[in-house]
């Protein structure tokens, strides 16, 4: 089982990205995991920003993503999405995905809730 995050890139301030994840090797099962993004700027810890649970229907944010960043996932490409809008430089970081599997039950924002990481895409954003 992989991770494969993609859509990282340099922008300016105010500009928008998003970010991919294609969880390879999960099968059908992947439907049935909840996904998450965190990030880690530079001399920072890793943190949590946003996550989905397997079916789609509740999505967790960051205070400081709300209303800028949206997440969503598409079960049937096993793939999940990270939509960054209004990046802020504060935003720079390499950015990870992480699968929530097997379910453990500590919450969507702790990351000893997850067990798969992709290898991280890193975002750049200057003002």
């Known amino acids: 089982v992989q991770l494969q995050a993609s859509g990282g890139g340099s922008v300016k301030a105010g500009a928008s990205l998003r970010l991919s994840c294609e969880a390879v090797?999960?099968?059908?099962?992947?439907?049935?995991?909840?996904m998450a993004w965190f990030r880690q700027g530079t001399g920072k810890e890793r943190d949590f920003v946003a996550a989905?649970?397997?079916?789609?229907?509740?999505?967790y944010y960051a205070d400081d993503v709300k209303g800028r960043f949206t997440i969503s996932r598409d079960n049937a490409e096993s793939l999940v999405y990270l939509q960054m809008n209004s990046l802020e430089p504060e935003d720079t970081a390499v950015y990870y995905c992480?699968?929530?599997?097997?379910?453990?039950?500590?919450?969507?924002?702790?990351?000893?809730?997850?067990?798969?990481w992709g290898q991280g895409t890193l975002v750049t954003v200057s003002s």
């Open positions: 090797g999960f099968g059908r099962t992947y439907s049935r995991v909840s």
């Open positions: 989905i649970n397997w079916y789609g229907g509740s999505t």
């Open positions: 992480a699968a929530d599997f097997p379910y453990k039950g500590l919450g969507l924002r702790e990351q000893a809730e997850y067990d798969y």
